[in-house]
């Protein structure tokens, strides 16, 4: 890090309302694309998925992100289990390679599952903001992720250390956007809303969860996506988290 950012992240003052700061997993801290293209890169050697036609990793990715993406938002509104999820977003992204092999979708979707959180990048200055954040504020977590893979991402990434609480949708019962896991982790957390703010990529799951349980909340949209949606803060980047907490 430059002397310059380094000064960023010191401009701090301890005038904030806020005291605890709610923070997601996925697509805020954990970098999904990269660590998914970097687990792709495993199962394509692992099952030579060259041989089956599929040539190109970005190609597949993009696909399964389309899948995984619908097959998310059934999942969060309990409509198909996780193993169901987890089994059909392979079948289906095989499926679109004309690969029509259930087995072979099974055993990527194992080795997804077990392969991915090992995987350990994070967003750029995530590291360097969360050590900001931890000086001034309470940290807690709250993920939508599969309870078991989310742990393990945790300590793969040496996360657990900034963390005070870690709420997971298995754990609580309910999934983002359902403000109770909101109230459950501001439970867990000893909290109250008024003094607690979410920072989250997705707006209809972090952000208006968060709103309609009384957080304010920082929308964090890395590529800069036009939208219509309502947040306290919008950011880019962790660098700039300083200067609105
Ligand atoms: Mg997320």
Request: glycine letters at 6%.
């Amino acid at each position: 890090m430059h002397e310059s950012q380094e000064g960023i992240f010191a401009m701090a003052d301890n005038s904030s309302k806020y005291k605890h700061i709610f923070i997601d997993l996925d697509k805020t801290i954990w970098d999904f694309e990269s660590n998914a293209l970097k687990t792709f890169e495993d199962i394509f050697k692992k099952h030579n998925l060259g041989a089956r036609g599929v040539n190109d990793l970005r190609t597949f990715l993009k696909v399964y992100t389309r899948h995984n993406n619908l097959l998310w938002s059934h999942y969060r509104k309990n409509e198909i289990k996780k193993e169901v999820l987890n089994f059909r977003r392979f079948e289906w992204t095989l499926r679109d390679f004309n690969i029509n092999d259930p087995i072979l979708a099974t055993h990527v979707a194992e080795d997804y599952v077990s392969l991915s959180p090992q995987k350990t990048i994070l967003y750029p200055y995530v590291i360097e903001g969360l050590n900001y954040l931890k000086q001034h504020y309470d940290l807690h977590m709250i993920t939508n992720g599969f309870e078991e893979v989310q742990q393990q991402k945790i300590d793969n990434c040496d996360l657990r250390k900034y963390f005070k609480t870690i709420t997971t949708s298995e754990e609580a019962g309910v999934k983002k956007p359902d403000r109770r896991i909101f109230d459950y982790a501001l439970k867990k957390a000893n909290a109250s809303a008024s003094v607690s703010i979410m920072i989250g990529d997705d707006l209809g799951v972090d952000i208006e969860g968060a709103g309609n349980a009384g957080m304010d909340q920082v929308f964090f949209n890395p590529e800069g996506i036009a939208h219509n949606g309502k947040c306290t803060y919008e950011i880019k980047s962790w660098m700039e988290i300083p200067q609105i907490i």
